[in-house]
């Protein structure tokens, strides 16, 4: 069994800093790819960002290309998420996703099999 464990969330005045960890544990496993999602209150989860293991190649959502970042050392089987720039629109629960199958999709949910427990995000205006 896999486990992911989301950590760096809090509360954070709009044009502030976070940077939130996610770290694999459990049995070892080699991800195609691990990335970001996020929910926001009485929304549905949304895809923030992927990074495929073998080729390093990123995907962003529109909503935060250029203010987030993503990281990964898949040696370890981690990804870091830095966001910069945060307005009180991403706040939310984020959640940290891996999937072990090759997808053509990975901005679908449905595309990951292992999953965070989530971080809670809140930027204050």
């Known amino acids: 069994q896999v486990q992911l464990v989301e950590s760096g969330g809090g509360l954070v005045q709009a044009g502030g800093s976070l940077r939130l960890s996610c770290a694999a544990s459990g049995r070892t496993f080699s991800p195609y790819a691990m990335g970001w999602f996020r929910q926001a209150p009485g929304k549905e989860r949304e895809f923030v960002v992927v990074?495929?293991?073998?080729?390093?190649?990123?995907y962003y959502a529109d909503s935060v290309k250029g203010r987030f970042t993503i990281s990964t050392d898949f040696a370890k089987n981690t990804v870091y998420l830095q966001m910069n720039s945060l307005k009180p629109e991403d706040t939310a629960v984020y959640y940290c996703a891996a999937t072990t199958y090759y997808s053509n999709n990975y901005y679908h949910g449905d595309s990951y099999d292992y999953w965070g427990q989530g971080t809670q995000v809140t930027v204050s205006s």
């Open positions: 990074v495929r293991r073998s080729t390093g190649i990123t």
